[in-house]
Every structure is written in structure tokens, then in C-alpha cells.
């Protein structure tokens, strides 16, 4: 029987918003630390509050977030489990509020974890979602009234508004800014929709004036009749400053019935980790708050891991991106100075700052170009960056490999890990309020996407790109089953195949082993399959319903081996 420990008996106080709680859980989670054994940790229904001032910091540096930039190295972490086994954290219930900015929990160095039935939230989150209540022709002015949920602060300053985190113990705001913010998308309510977009409450403003709590006036200088009626306009800065929640460096890892209130930064992040299951949790605002955004980027990110990669039975609602992504990173050949040694550079700069590689991982260079292999080896030894400080630098890695390698490499290559690949599933999810793609996903062991519902997705419901020139997200697929999945009306190809390659390689192809089987598409104006340089496709037992303008079904861009079944039909 695991031991048993509770956060109240370390002081936690659930139900009092103005006691920190985050020294009574670190007491908590220094003693399930110690404790020999199973440890189960429980936390009692209840609301609990946590500071910024008593959190954890840890220098991390985190996929697709702020790179390299010095200024967020350190990483605040309200519930941090560190270099613990066999622990599970356990609070159906129970609602942990956080205060300004910060990684809800991060599990570290860790094995055979388990976080269940938690709530997380932000006291003020970093998205505005303003919604048009009001909109009309005033003494020959366009004028809007726009309402922001009870959590968002504010100030009205002159023909100007001020948004901003809460004030921190440590003096100013955990955040602030002006206006429209650096990005919008635009959320449709009635229609279920949401999208990238211009935002025009902020242009050639005549006066701003708050009419009640909530309920803001703005007066524009033109006559023009707003029609955007009902829309909320979702606002936010581009800073992906924390991860929303970390895996990292761990193993046998699963986040269960967990309800997902708002992320900030980056999501849920998977990274260098093997066998993490995301089951049952809910990414969505809470309701009737008047907000709509529950994340402040993707919701879920698998980055450079290897074993089982599971996402099953959960809701995705309201995201900045996409809500599931799955991918390795390629690293660009920047230089060779001797045939069996390789110096490779972090190219993106939200990308940088940890280790890729261990002795006897596998590696393949790739052509930028074609993305074809054209060579392999097995790393021998590697300097690289740490991930948890800044004595190494932090964009290059030097590998040894056990072979020698051609000549003259440098500047048109990239290399990825393909030791750190995982199998993938995705299962019976409900993907909904998304203005980006569904799901993104590049690795070239099994991925299985089944049961699955998109609704309205701004692009793509399925993405597979790969590339090594903008994202530098690898690689290729090479068995993925796409099956008994329903695609409501996407903005983009329902499913999309589209590796980022400039140059074709005759008789290869980038992607292959693709069978998109017993789905059901309703499209208005997009096919259900765009694909471009894949081999071995296989589309058979497929329901489309096509609305609006008459559209190919399908669309091939340099594949061979196609198999493609339509209404019973046999191959083209």
C-alpha cells in the first residue's frame, strides 16, 4: 500500500484566496520525496492559491518557447516533482488557482507518476477576450460596447486601455499591455468558429470610457456601422515565457482527469521523456465566465520523446494553436571539422538550451531540400547545452559519430535523432474552437488516429509536415492510420500531407505508409486528402458529403503507390 500524505496536514488551507499555498505543497512534495516507497499525495476539494513569490524556480530550457532569451531562463513552478518515483497526486475536487506567471506543475527526473482529477487555473489570464455586446451609429460616430470576463484587470487611459496581470509582492505587474495587444483571433460563438485575424476595436479611436464594471465604450472616428456583433476578440502578447506544464527528462508519466482551465505560455510540454498519457482531461475555459480561450498557445506538445506518446478521451476547446503536436526537432549542420565529428546549431529561436543526444542514439542526416536521408551514424560521444543552465552554449552541439562521414555537408543538411521517436495514439478526443490545425504530428514509428471528432477546425484537422527550414519540426512519417474519425467542416484540407520540401528527389517520396480508412468527411469547398510527396497511400471505406463549392475530394502532389477508393469504387 502506497503512504499516504495530505496537503493540509503541511498547512495548505483549501477555500482561503488570500493564503499562499505554495510553501504547504512544497512541504508536501519535499516529504513524498523523502518518503520510501509508493507515495499517494491528496489534496481535499477545495480552491488553493499559489503566489509566484514562493514557487519553485528552475532554469529550464523548453521547446518552442523563448529559446535561448536570457530574461526567462528561470521558470516559476507552483507544484514541482523532482527526481520522485512511483508518486501519484490525487485531488477529485480540488481547484489550484495561480497567481501571475507561472508552469502549473512540472514533473522532473521522475518515473511512474501519476497527477489525477486536479483543476488548474490562473487568477487573471494572459488572453483578453473581449466580446462585442454592442455596436451602432451614435451623432454620426461608430461606436462599440465590448464586455471582458470579471478576471481580467484593466485600466482606461485616455483613448487608451491597459491591460495587466496582478500586482506581485515583488513591485509592478506580473504582465501588462496596451490596446489590441501583438495577436487576435476572433471567436464566433454563434457559429462555433474560430480564426486568425485583423483586429479593428482598437483603430482610429476617438474615446474610450468605461459604462459599467465590465462594459467598456469605445467611439471611433468613422461612420461605418461595426458588423461584428457578438464576436469576441481574443487578445494576447507573443512571449511564450513558461511552459503551461512539463514533462521532463521522466518516464511512465500520466496526467489523468485533469480539467485544464487556461494555460499559459506553452501547454502541456512532453519533452526527452518516454511513455507519457494525456486520458480524460479537459482543456476549456470554465463556463459561464465569459471567457473563451484556455490556452495561451498549443494545448499538448510531444517534443523529442521516445516510447508511447497516448492521448485518449479528451475535450480540446478554445486553444491559440494547435492543440496536439508530436515532433522531433532537426539540428542544421553548421559545421564539420573532421569527417566523423559533426557541429550542430538550434536554428529557430524559440528552440535552444537542451541536450538531444546520448552515446549509441542513432542520428540521420537529411537534405534540407528533399528531406531525404543520405547518410546515417550512431552518436559516439556529444557536448552539448544541459537544459537546466547556461555553462555550455546553448545553440550548438558537437557530436562524434562512429562512421566517417562525406566531405562538404555543411549549410545544406540538418540531422535528427530517430532514437528519440515515439509510437503515437490518439484516441476518441473531441478537438472544437480551434483556429489552427487539429492535430500535428511527424514520427516515423506507428501512429494511430482514431475515434476522433473536428469540428470547424481554422485549417488542416491533420497536419504532417516536417521540414528543415522554418520550424525545423522532423521528420518523416512512415505508418500512420488515420480511421473512424468524423471532420466537420474544416477551413483546410481535412487531412494534409504537406512536407516542406523545396526540391523534388525523382522516385522518392518524404512520408509513406498512410491508410485513411472508415472516416466520414462533411467539407464545404476543401478536400478530405491533400498530399504531397507520399508514397503508399491507401483511402478506402470513406463517407464525403461535399457543401458549398464543388471541390476535388482528393488532391496528389508527386505521390506514387496511391490506392484511392471513392464510393466503392476501385483504384483511379
Known amino acids: ?33 523523502a518518503a520510501a516507497g509508493p507515495v499517494q499525495l491528496r489534496f481535499p476539494p477545495g480552491e488553493y492559491h499559489l503566489w509566484p513569490d514562493r514557487a519553485h524556480g528552475r532554469e529550464l530550457y523548453v521547446s518552442n518557447t523563448v529559446g535561448d532569451d536570457p530574461r526567462h531562463r528561470v521558470k516559476s513552478i507552483a507544484l514541482l516533482v523532482e527526481a520522485t518515483d512511483d508518486l501519484v497526486i490525487a485531488g477529485e475536487g480540488a481547484r489550484l488557482v495561480l497567481h501571475g506567471l507561472q508552469t502549473t506543475f512540472a514533473v522532473l527526473d521522475s518515473q511512474r507518476v501519476r497527477v489525477e482529477g486536479l483543476e488548474f487555473d490562473i487568477a487573471v489570464p494572459t488572453v483578453v477576450d473581449a466580446t462585442v455586446v454592442g455596436a451602432g451609429v451614435a451623432a454620426g460616430r461608430a461606436y462599440r460596447l465590448i464586455r471582458v470576463p470579471a478576471a481580467t484587470l484593466f485600466s482606461v487611459e485616455g483613448a487608451s486601455i491597459r491591460w495587466h496581470g496582478e500586482a506581485l509582492e515583488s513591485g509592478g505587474f506580473a504582465w501588462s499591455g496596451r490596446d489590441a495587444l501583438a495577436y487576435t483571433q476572433i471567436h464566433d460563438p454563434a457559429g462555433q468558429r474560430t480564426w486568425r485575424g485583423p483586429n479593428p476595436l482598437f483603430e482610429d479611436v476617438r474615446s474610450i470610457r468605461l459604462v459599467r464594471e465590465r462594459d467598456i465604450r469605445i467611439d471611433y472616428g468613422y461612420a461605418e456601422e461595426p458588423a461584428d456583433l457578438g464576436l469576441v476578440y481574443s487578445m494576447r502578447s507573443r512571449t511564450r515565457d513558461h511552459p503551461g506544464a512539463l514533462v521532463l527528462d521522466s518516464c511512465d508519466v500520466t496526467l489523468s482527469r485533469l480539467r ?17 498519457t494525456v486520458e480524460g482531461c479537459e482543456f476549456r475555459a470554465p463556463p459561464d465566465s465569459g471567457r473563451h480561450s484556455a490556452g495561451f498557445a498549443d494545448f499538448i506538445q510531444f517534443s523529442g520523446c521516445s516510447g508511447r506518446a497516448v492521448v485518449r478521451d479528451c475535450l480540446f476547446d478554445g486553444p491559440h494553436d494547435d492543440p496536439i503536436n508530436v515532433h522531433g526537432s532537426y539540428l542544421r549542420l553548421a559545421g564539420q571539422p573532421d569527417p566523423r565529428t559533426l557541429e550542430l546549431a538550434y536554428p529557430h529561436p524559440e528552440t535552444a538550451g537542451f541536450p538531444q543526444f546520448a552515446a549509441g542514439d542513432q542520428v540521420e542526416l537529411v537534405d534540407r531540400a528533399t528531406l531525404q536521408a543520405i547518410a546515417t551514424a550512431t552518436v559516439r560521444t556529444v557536448r552539448q547545452p544541459s537544459g537546466r543552465d547556461h555553462d555550455q552554449p546553448l545553440r550548438t552541439i558537437l557530436v562524434t559519430v562512429d562512421v ?26 473531441i478537438f472544437r474552437n480551434v483556429p489552427t490545425r487539429g492535430v500535428l504530428v511527424t514520427t516515423r514509428r506507428a501512429v494511430l488516429i482514431e475515434e476522433n471528432r473536428f469540428e470547424h477546425m481554422g485549417m488542416a484537422a491533420i497536419y504532417v509536415s516536417g521540414d528543415a527550414a522554418e520550424w525545423w519540426e522532423s521528420g518523416p512519417v512512415r505508418d500512420l492510420t488515420i480511421r473512424g474519425n468524423k471532420f466537420i467542416e474544416p477551413g483546410g484540407p481535412a487531412i494534409h500531407l504537406d512536407p516542406r520540401s523545396t526540391r523534388r528527389a525523382p522516385g522518392h517520396a518524404v512520408h509513406s505508409g498512410v491508410v485513411v480508412t472508415e472516416n466520414q468527411f462533411v467539407l464545404d469547398g476543401v478536400p478530405a486528402l491533400d498530399a504531397k510527396s507520399t508514397r503508399g497511400i491507401r483511402f478506402r471505406d470513406n463517407s464525403i458529403v461535399q457543401r458549398g463549392q464543388e471541390t476535388p475530394d482528393i488532391v496528389l502532389r508527386s505521390c506514387f503507390d496511391v490506392r484511392i477508393e471513392l464510393d466503392g469504387a476501385g483504384p483511379p
Request: glycine letters at 8%.
Open 260 to 276: 485544464f482551465r487556461f494555460l499559459h505560455g506553452f501547454g502541456v510540454v512532453a519533452q526527452t521523456s518516454r511513455d507519457v
Open 404 to 429: 566517417e562521414l562525406p566531405d562538404g555537408l555543411v549549410g545544406w543538411t540538418a540531422v535528427e535523432n530517430v532514437t528519440r521517436t515515439p509510437t503515437v495514439r490518439i484516441v476518441r478526443n
Open 1 to 33: 500500500m502506497p503512504a499516504l500524505l495530505d496537503v493540509t496536514d503541511f498547512g495548505a488551507l483549501p477555500g482561503h484566496p488570500h493564503t499562499d499555498a505554495a510553501p504547504a505543497v512544497r512541504a508536501a512534495l519535499r516529504a513524498a520525496r
